[in-house]
């Protein structure tokens, strides 16, 4: 990879309560120093594999061509699962070959997929619990550095496919959605693209618009959202538009409806976590 100051952006689940990271990074330094590395976040819920796979998808965007991605949500370490390169016209991926990666858009060019097989490029021994220092670093290093894509490992020609849940139109004309992970802010982010429900939006979400085309349309005040037996009455445009402390759903920079609390957690207020459910009703409408 010829870049004059190659990136590595990493995003894992190891929280900043260890020296995990501190290892990985110790490990890309000392293999290509003149990598410099970015933190996406390091505070994925532990082994939420949708959310690794939406805050990748959102921000990717966001950073320069030839940036290398370290993805470590991994709930299969140490078992027979594949690590992943993803190289596209644009950027690489790695990441474990577990869904991950499955909402990356790919342009014109199609992708090309690497098993990461090449043992000569990964540290050893390898810790059957940490392949983020061991495999992932050393591999995104050796990439910086000029290492050929080819000499990854063998070529695969599809990766694995992550189900992520979708919001559905019921027979009475409400949705039924649910909470897919809760932000560092305690902000509920649900699978609503805002979009869907004829909300504006600053950005394409990275989830299609999964909400049937018959959903008739009504204004931000008119839509009610239901969470943990409370109702939110509208969606607003930003927090302070209610009190503080107060419930309130709005479209998040990713383009999907969030649930939040002015000035508080709305996981914690609401005891919500990933898979709480949602609703959404329309005023005026018969359910």
């Given at each position: 990879m010829q870049n004059e100051t190659p990136l590595i952006v990493l995003m894992t689940d190891l929280g900043d309560a260890s020296g995990y990271v501190g290892m990985m990074k110790g490990v890309i330094a000392s293999i290509c120093p003149a990598a410099r590395v970015i933190d996406l976040t390091h505070a994925v819920f532990p082994q939420n594999v949708v959310e690794a796979s939406v805050v990748l998808a959102t921000a990717q965007r966001y950073f320069p061509d030839r940036a290398i991605f370290i993805s470590v949500v991994?709930?299969?370490?140490?078992?027979?699962?594949?690590?992943?390169?993803?190289?596209?016209?644009?950027?690489?991926?790695?990441?474990?070959?577990?869904?991950?990666?499955?909402?990356?858009?790919?342009?014109?060019?199609?992708?090309?997929?690497?098993?990461?097989?090449?043992?000569?490029?990964?540290?050893?021994?390898?810790?059957?619990?940490?392949?983020?220092?061991?495999?992932?670093?050393?591999?995104?290093?050796?990439?910086?550095?000029?290492?050929?894509?080819?000499?990854?490992?063998?070529?695969?020609?599809?990766?694995?496919?992550?189900?992520?849940?979708?919001?559905?139109?019921?027979?009475?004309?409400a949705i039924a959605a649910e909470v897919l992970y809760a932000d560092s802010f305690g902000n509920l982010v649900t699978n609503v693209p805002a979009r869907s429900l004829g909300l504006e939006s600053a950005v394409e979400c990275v989830l299609s618009a999964q909400i049937s085309k018959d959903l008739k349309i009504c204004p931000p005040q008119d839509i009610i959202v239901g969470i943990c037996g409370r109702k939110i009455r509208g969606v607003s445009e930003c927090y302070a538009q209610v009190n503080r402390r107060e419930l309130v759903a709005l479209v998040g920079s990713g383009g999907l409806l969030e649930i939040a609390v002015n000035g508080g957690s709305a996981a914690k207020t609401l005891d919500a976590d990933p898979g709480t459910a949602v609703s959404i009703t329309f005023a005026g409408a018969q359910q």
């Open positions: 991994d709930p299969g370490v140490g078992s027979a699962r594949k690590i992943v390169c993803m190289r596209t016209a644009e950027r690489y991926y790695l990441a474990p070959d577990n869904g991950l990666l499955s909402l990356l858009r790919a342009g014109k060019v199609k992708p090309d997929f690497r098993e990461i097989g090449n043992e000569s490029l990964i540290l050893s021994p390898v810790s059957r619990t940490f392949h983020g220092r061991d495999i992932f670093a050393p591999v995104a290093a050796r990439l910086a550095c000029g290492e050929p894509f080819e000499n990854l490992g063998p070529e695969m020609t599809a990766i694995s496919s992550l189900k992520i849940p979708t919001a559905r139109l019921l027979d009475n004309g």
